[in-house]
């Protein structure tokens, strides 16, 4: 696991969009793809149902790894799964 801080941007994006803590953390710990956006600054996403009735949701969380200890900057989730590679 690593070591991780979430900035408040983030932590209210969470809140908002209803995003667990432990969605979070699953993502960061074993994301399913990863894509550099630009030097230091990463996306990472995994598919993860939610909801009632459960429905399939892409996370994407965006990590600033330039910082010394890695920074949240925003996470999200997204039913246009396609759109971002997340299908197979």
Not at 54 to 74: G, H, S, W
């Amino acid at each position: 696991m690593i070591k991780y801080v979430i900035t408040e941007h983030a932590l209210f994006q969470m809140q908002r969009r209803g995003i667990s803590e432990s969605d979070l953390r699953s993502v960061i710990e074993k994301p399913e793809r990863t894509e550099e956006v630009r030097p230091g600054r990463m996306v990472l996403q995994s598919k993860i149902a939610s909801g009632k009735p459960q429905k399939t949701y892409l996370v994407r969380v965006i990590i600033d790894f330039q910082k010394p200890i890695p920074e949240v900057v925003t996470v999200y989730r997204t039913s246009k799964i396609d759109k971002y590679g997340g299908r197979e």
